[in-house]
């Protein structure tokens, strides 16, 4: 039985992966920042009996990380899979955001999995097998307005994965995905536009207000219509991952749904699953 290490499990697309690798058959570490949001978790685990063990691990903090998995090593003595999810939705202009918040995004969503993985890493090696999973993003290969610094570390995660698959993944045999949704249907894109917020619960964008106010009216729009809606279900997001997951010969990078394939395409039409770029790195400098 392989065992696997998913980061923000309390709701979206780590709560659905949780339970959906639990019932393929592998034994799930699910981790979150907060054990009072693990509520709706152990319900699940109880009514299902599934396989899930619960960890604190935040992913800005090394000994969090480090205590999550010197437990999963004590108990099984490797880590199969990494799936790097946890991560936070921001949208303002960067002129907007304060330092502290650019400073908070960065680590969320880039130095996180940076941490993690390098924590993961070692016990991989050296059990010369292994797969890293990273939910990144369109965000991540396609910039888009008001959303500059979350793409920024998007990109990171993108380029840092990349960088590592061209010598790690051949002599190691650990693999390296990064999982690409557009819009998901959960409170993380809720949460992304509160963070717009100031104090008194208004759009504070100042001269950019118009622009903002367009790009809203845009995202509701598109989220309304069917044929154009960006969005899908942590779940459907989830089946994208263990499909992934259970890969002889993985994709490097994988967008989620046709809508985030039509909206990367100029980017990833000559190489989509990431493979040619590799290759041809390693033969570069390799």
Not at 1 to 10: C, E, Y
Request: overall charge negative; aromatic content about 8%.
């Amino acid at each position: 039985m392989k065992n696997i290490l998913i980061t923000g499990t309390s709701t979206g697309v780590g709560f659905e992966s949780a339970i959906l690798f639990a019932k393929n058959g592998f034994k799930v570490y699910a981790t979150m920042r907060n054990l009072k949001k693990a509520d709706n978790l152990r319900n699940k685990i109880n009514e299902e009996k599934l396989n899930i063990d619960i960890l604190t691990l935040d992913v800005t903090l090394n000994d969090s990380i480090e205590s999550a998995i010197k437990v999963i090593i004590e108990k099984d003595g490797q880590i199969d899979v990494l799936l790097n999810n946890a991560g936070a939705g921001f949208a303002k202009t960067l002129e907007q955001a304060s330092l502290p918040e650019i400073d908070w995004v960065t680590d969320v969503n880039y130095t996180g999995v940076v941490r993690t993985t390098r924590a993961v890493l070692p016990y991989m090696r050296d059990a010369k097998s292994g797969h890293i999973i990273n939910v990144t993003s369109v965000g991540g290969l396609v910039g888009q307005p008001f959303n500059e610094l979350y793409c920024g570390a998007k990109f990171a995660v993108e380029g840092f994965t990349e960088a590592l698959a061209t010598y790690v993944s051949e002599p190691f045999n650990i693999k390296f995905s990064n999982i690409e949704p557009g819009g998901i249907a959960t409170e993380f894109m809720n949460n992304a536009i509160a963070k717009t917020s100031d104090e008194k619960g208004e759009m504070a964008t100042g001269e950019y207000a118009p622009i903002f106010q367009k790009y809203l009216e845009g995202a509701q729009n598109r989220a309304a219509n069917e044929k154009t809606s960006p969005y899908q279900t942590g779940k459907e997001v989830a089946e994208v991952i263990l499909k992934v997951a259970e890969m002889d010969n993985p994709p490097l990078r994988i967008r989620t749904s046709e809508w985030a394939e039509n909206m990367c395409q100029l980017k990833t039409q000559a190489d989509p699953d990431g493979h040619k770029l590799v290759n041809q790195v390693k033969e570069y400098f390799l």
